[in-house]
């Protein structure tokens, strides 16, 4: 399950995994086995209605969060997982302006395009109303950081001046983001958005404590924090089932796409029950976010 032929009949060894999708291989027997049988059962029916795959599935996904993060939204892409976080974090807080990081991706839908700190994913038209971008926290690149910094067992080969127990680099960056809180927002914000390891952007790994300490700003003025685990989920970082875990937080809410069906446009949202009670504003619906088809392979794992 981990080859990929060309037109030509050429193998090759699969280590994209169709951008850092297909978390279990290309046609797992297993996989292919569970889908055969849900397709003879139930083929589609929206999220609207009952069924017993999608409803086990959200129950073991939640067992795999911590506490409070036990109300699961389904959908079929990381950029639709941002866009309802975004929503539910505006309506929750009755705030409008998120901060997001230099060198981040977040999809490339209307809202979350903007989120997005890299230029190749940046369109010629007005889509900024709200987001504010602060300094990218990369001690490998960045204005500060170095071979004692990252939040990682991997460390850079540039040195730094960092004691055991402190990162300079945390602290320049902090400082850069107490900036932004002072000169760009309100008093209150919406919201904090970053990935736990930055994907499209270059595998950036962040000093330590950098999100533990801008989750702490972010509440204090009434924010909350999304954790965008669209390509480190589901043990992607290797040491942990979701790569928030690695920095000690837990976030308000959780994105996650891509390995969570294995190449099935597949994703969900993870957040706590008040957040999740504001989508009962208005009407919320998704046409394809409870396909039994794709979640019944999932509940093998």
Not at 57 to 63: F, G, H, M, P, V
Not at 66 to 85: M, R
Not at 210 to 235: H, S
Not at 250 to 257: C, E, F, G, H, N
């Amino acid at each position: 399950m981990q080859y990929v032929w060309d037109n030509e009949n050429n193998r090759y060894l699969d280590m994209f995994g169709g951008i850092v999708t297909t978390g279990v291989g290309h046609c797992h027997p297993k996989l292919v086995d569970a889908a055969t049988k849900q397709l003879k059962k139930l083929w589609h029916t929206s999220s609207v209605y009952y069924n017993e795959e999608v409803h086990e599935y959200a129950s073991n996904l939640a067992n795999r969060l911590p506490e409070p993060l036990n109300n699961i939204f389904f959908c079929n892409s990381g950029s639709e997982a941002n866009d309802i976080a975004i929503l539910m974090a505006r309506l929750y807080t009755k705030s409008y302006d998120i901060i997001a990081l230099r060198n981040a991706y977040h999809g490339d839908s209307t809202s979350t395009q903007p989120l997005c700190g890299v230029q190749s994913w940046k369109f010629p038209i007005p889509s900024h109303f709200g987001v504010h971008h602060t300094t990218n926290p990369d001690p490998y690149s960045g204005r500060f950081g170095g071979n004692k910094c990252r939040d990682s067992v991997v460390q850079t080969t540039r040195d730094c001046d960092c004691g055991v127990d402190e990162c300079n680099a945390c602290d320049r960056y902090i400082e850069d983001l107490q900036q932004v809180f002072d000169s760009t927002l309100p008093k209150t914000v919406c919201a904090f958005i970053a990935e736990s390891i930055q994907g499209v952007g270059g595998v950036v790994q962040f000093p330590k404590q950098f999100l533990k300490r801008a989750f702490q700003m972010v509440r204090e003025r009434n924010g909350i924090c999304i954790m965008d685990e669209v390509q480190t989920g589901f043990g992607r970082t290797g040491t942990h089932f979701w790569g928030f875990e690695g920095h000690e937080v837990i976030p308000d809410i959780v994105t996650m796409a891509k390995s969570i069906g294995n190449g099935f446009p597949l994703a969900a949202v993870a957040t706590t029950a008040s957040i999740a009670n504001t989508l009962t504003s208005a009407s919320y619906f998704n046409t394809f976010g409870g396909n039994p088809v794709r979640i019944s392979e999932f509940l093998l794992l």
